[in-house]
Every structure is written in C-alpha cells, then in structure tokens.
C-alpha cells in the first residue's frame, strides 16, 4: 500500500461547480498537509497547508483534514476555466514530503 | 522577494553521461530540497540540504548527490545516466523549522536518449 493514495482523474466539472479533490494515506506520523497546483510543465505551486483536523479557508478553496479517517479534501467554489491545473497532496515526514499522484482538473467554460 | 529559480530549463543528455542542475533558492530559506518528477507522476523526494549538510535522503542511488553552498543555493550531480532518469528535476527551498512549507522552481526538465 502507497502511503500517500490520490485518484489521478482527469475530474471535468462545468464552470462554478463545487470540486472536491481527495486523498488518503496509511501513515499516522504525518503532521502536516498540503495542498499543490501545478500547471503543465511548471513547478507546483503551495496552495495550502494544514496541520490539525478541521477546516481551513482561503478565499474559494477550503482544505479539509480528517486524521480519523486518514482523509485529507480540498474544495474548490465556484470553480473557474484558469483552475484547470493538476492539484496534488502531500504530507511531511521526518523533514520528507510526500506526495499524491495528482488530480487532473479539467473546468469546462 | 526573489523565488526560486533553476537552470538550466531544458537539457539533453546521453546515457552514460553526467549532468549538474542548478538551483538558487528563495530569500530568507536556509533549506533545499530535490524532487524528480517522471510524467504523470508527483515529486519523489531526492535529498534535502541544511547548512551545506545532506539532511535526509529518498530512495535513490548514491549516483544521485548534491551540494549546498553557503549562499544557500544548491546542486544536484547525476552521474552515469539511464533511460529512466529523465524526468522533471525540481528544487524547493524552505526554512529549516517550516520545512513542511516548501516553495517549488520551475524546474530542469532532463532528457536522456
């Protein structure tokens, strides 16, 4: 089992739709959780991160951390074409991140 | 606020060659971490540099080494190069007690034929 799991997509979803992006992982030693945007062929970009269970908000996007479930979400709210991008998780570990597969998100205008 | 830069952005390489990608990182870090991203993969984590020190490390062969120099900016050395090494070569820099909040370059996308 990887320890960091994220459904590669691609997700499509119509312009102004609510996107939920998810992950699970199996370790119980991560402490912090990030969310990245990259979009293609550049660097990923720090959307978010969270350290506690709970909700944190920033403007539309909202990361949701459930360390019961091992279950971490990102919403996106009112969702835009420029949102298309690649999102990914991550989490650290002793000074390591690790890292999702990706999401790709496709915003369909 | 200078972010994080690399070069160079694109590099073509022979198998059996050697390559030094570079990365200076974003004022205030003290900490450079490597990652290599094959295509439609995330980060895998190479090493990380503190204080001119390798602080830990990923699952890559000891052909894969790095530098940090005092003005915090870094090195990635890979020797011997395969096939399977070309990929999107990343460099993220932080500090060392926010390791968790890590800024990305652009990155050296390397091909190997």
């Known amino acids: 089992q990887k320890e960091v799991e994220q459904d590669p997509g691609p997700l499509s979803v119509p312009e102004g739709a609510i996107v939920s992006l998810n992950c699970t992982y199996s370790?119980?030693?991560?402490?912090?959780f990030m969310w990245y945007r990259q979009y293609s062929r550049k660097g990923p970009e720090l959307l978010m991160y969270?350290?506690?269970?709970g909700n944190k908000e920033d403007g539309r996007f909202t990361a949701q951390v459930d360390k019961s479930s091992k279950y971490i979400s990102l919403f996106i709210r009112d969702s835009q074409p420029s949102d298309s991008a690649t999102y990914l998780c991550?989490?650290?570990?002793?000074?390591?991140?690790?890292f999702g597969k990706g999401t790709r998100l496709h915003i369909l205008p | 606020e200078t972010g994080v830069t690399q070069s160079p952005t694109h590099l073509i390489k022979t198998r059996g060659q050697q390559v030094t990608l570079r990365c200076s990182s974003q004022?205030?870090?003290?900490?450079v971490s490597w990652y290599q991203q094959a295509l439609g993969q995330g980060p895998q984590f190479i090493f990380q540099y503190y204080r001119e020190e390798e602080n830990g490390r990923g699952n890559f062969p000891p052909r894969f080494s790095g530098l940090q120099f005092p003005n915090y900016s870094s090195e990635l050395n890979v020797n011997a190069l395969e096939l399977d090494d070309s990929a999107l070569y990343l460099c993220?820099?932080?500090?060392?007690?926010?390791?968790?909040?890590?800024?990305f370059g652009p990155g050296t996308r390397l091909t190997v034929t």
């Open positions: 004022s205030g870090h003290n900490t």
């Open positions: 969270t350290y506690s269970s």
């Open positions: 370790n119980s030693a991560f402490q912090y």
């Open positions: 993220a820099s932080s500090t060392k007690r926010e390791h968790y909040e890590q800024y």
């Open positions: 991550a989490m650290n570990r002793d000074d390591k991140i690790i």
